[in-house]
């Protein structure tokens, strides 16, 4: 089992940043593909970006390209999502994700096994 804890998220006016972490504890978090998705009211749950256990590959949703950066620390077991230019559509809750098989990218919230309480992001027009 993997435990995976949000972190940093918040309240920020439209053009601001936020970081939000994902410490993970359980077992050997390096060997483990992430994740983050969010989730809107009403909306259904997206991947945000995806990153590969050794961070070789990521994948963004073309709306946060050039704004987000997903990123681990593996010594650390902990992943990061570097937030700038936030819009107020960024608004949702957002989650970490973890899956063991860290070899590939993975796109859909069935692909992961291990997920986190979720962090509130709102960012104000």
């Known amino acids: 089992q993997v435990q995976l804890v949000e972190s940093g998220g918040g309240l920020v006016q439209a053009g601001g940043s936020l970081r939000l972490s994902c410490a993970a504890s359980g077992r050997t978090f390096s060997n483990y593909a992430m994740g983050w998705f969010r989730q809107a009211p009403g909306k259904e749950r997206e991947l945000v970006a995806a990153i590969t256990w050794s961070d070789r590959n990521t994948y963004y949703v073309d709306s946060v390209k050039g704004r987000f950066t997903i990123s681990r620390d593996n010594a650390k077991n902990s992943g990061y999502l570097q937030m700038n230019n936030l819009k107020p559509e960024d608004t949702a809750v957002y989650y970490c994700?973890?899956?063991?098989?860290?070899?590939?990218?993975?796109?859909?919230?069935?692909?992961?096994?291990?997920w986190g309480q979720g962090t509130q992001v709102t960012v104000s027009s």
């Open positions: 994700a973890a899956r063991p098989d860290g070899y590939g990218l993975r796109y859909t919230p069935r692909e992961y096994n291990y």
